[in-house]
């Protein structure tokens, strides 16, 4: 069965920290790959999306994330949190075609200044 | 703004009601799904859309049924409410196609008492 794992489920860091949020999958066949963020209040939005091709992306924010395929893996990265970060980040996962994605429980970041 | 929109934003239904969940998709998109988030979980998928069929769904009972129209909005019915049922309900849509990513509405707070 298809499933993602979000191992933090809250971190809190200062700001000017960096951040690592770790995202697992287990799916059959060719993935497609997302990081979705909600703001308190707010729907989800998109952080950034991997398809194919360079396995290191880029999204808005100043985050980025790393396919890497043997560790079936991609985690989500920026170098220096601001207290706007503070939300609900949630990795998803979908196959090729029209298939739904799944998503991980998602990890609560909490900045402090 | 996604331009996805659902209606209503909250709701208070006693068990044992029925209740009808709306969204209007963005426009040119022909797929829409359904998505239930429980408190301090990440979306869990309940079935999909693509042009006024069902063609996706996740491990809900039958008392949770959907209907998608001619302009491709939607609509998800619960009948027969149970407490556990209380959520935030998403609705999300997406051109056919095999990399797209989903557009996801702001929610409606489900509560039943």
């Known amino acids: 069965a298809q499933s993602v794992s979000q191992h933090n489920h809250h971190v809190i860091l200062s700001e000017a920290a960096s951040l690592e949020l770790g995202c697992n999958y287990s799916?059959?066949?060719?993935?497609?790959l997302f990081w979705y963020v909600q703001y308190p209040g707010q729907h989800l939005q998109l952080l950034l999306k991997y398809f194919s091709g360079d396995p290191l992306v880029k999204g808005i924010k100043g985050f980025e994330a790393e396919f890497i395929k043997s560790k079936f893996s991609f985690n989500l990265r920026k170098p220096s949190v601001q207290w706007s970060d503070t939300a609900e980040y949630f990795c998803?996962?979908?196959?090729?075609?029209?298939?739904?994605?799944?998503f991980g429980k998602g990890t609560r970041l909490s900045v402090i200044a | 703004e996604t331009g996805v929109t659902q209606s209503p934003t909250h709701l208070i239904k006693t068990r044992g009601q029925q209740v009808t969940l709306r969204c209007s998709s963005q426009s040119g998109h022909n797929t829409v799904s359904w998505y239930q988030q429980a408190l301090g979980q990440g979306p869990q998928f309940i079935f999909q859309y693509y042009r006024e069929e069902e063609n996706g769904r996740g491990n809900f009972p039958p008392r949770f049924s959907g209907l998608q129209f001619p302009n491709y909005s939607s609509e998800l019915n619960v009948n027969a409410l149970e407490l556990d049922d209380s959520a935030l309900y998403l609705c999300a849509s997406r051109p056919r196609g095999g990399n797209t990513e989903a557009f996801f509405g702001q929610g409606t707070r489900l509560t039943v008492v």
């Open positions: 998803a996962v979908t196959g090729s075609g029209n298939t739904p994605l799944v």
């Open positions: 799916y059959g066949g060719t993935v497609n």
